[in-house]
């Protein structure tokens, strides 16, 4: 069982930056592909980033590719994103996801594949 909870939303003028933290509890965290997602509203939760338990992989959507990275330290349990030259339509609530992988290089993109999610946090951009 792995318990996620995320921090460091809040209100921030375009251009701007923010660093979001997942804190998990659970002594094998570092076996666990971590994610970011986010929701709009009125929209579908869209994927945002994903990093493998190892830290070796990441992934983006062409959205974000640029402007945010992922980052872990398995020491802390902690997943973090980075996220610079906001925009207003990166207005939305994120929600950090976790889920068991096989290998260290292992990533996952879709919210089916994740088995553990936070509450989120709200992150405003305005322009």
């Known amino acids: 069982q792995v318990q996620l909870v995320e921090s460091g939303g809040g209100l921030v003028q375009a251009g701007g930056s923010l660093r979001l933290s997942c804190a998990a509890s659970?002594?094998?965290?570092?076996?666990?592909?971590v994610g970011w997602f986010r929701r709009a509203p009125g929209k579908e939760r869209d994927f945002v980033a994903a990093?493998?338990?190892?830290?070796?992989?990441?992934r983006y959507p062409d959205s974000v590719k640029g402007r945010f990275t992922i980052s872990r330290d398995n020491a802390k349990n902690t997943v973090y994103l980075q996220m610079n030259s906001l925009k207003p339509e990166d207005t939305a609530v994120y929600y950090c996801?976790?889920?068991?992988?096989?290998?260290?290089?292992?990533?996952?993109?879709?919210?089916?594949?994740?088995?553990?999610w936070g509450q989120g946090t709200q992150v405003t951009v305005s322009s």
């Open positions: 996801a976790a889920s068991a992988a096989v290998v260290g290089w292992q990533v996952f993109t879709s919210t089916s594949e994740y088995e553990y």
């Open positions: 659970g002594r094998t965290f570092s076996r666990y592909a």
């Open positions: 990093i493998s338990w190892g830290g070796s992989t990441t």
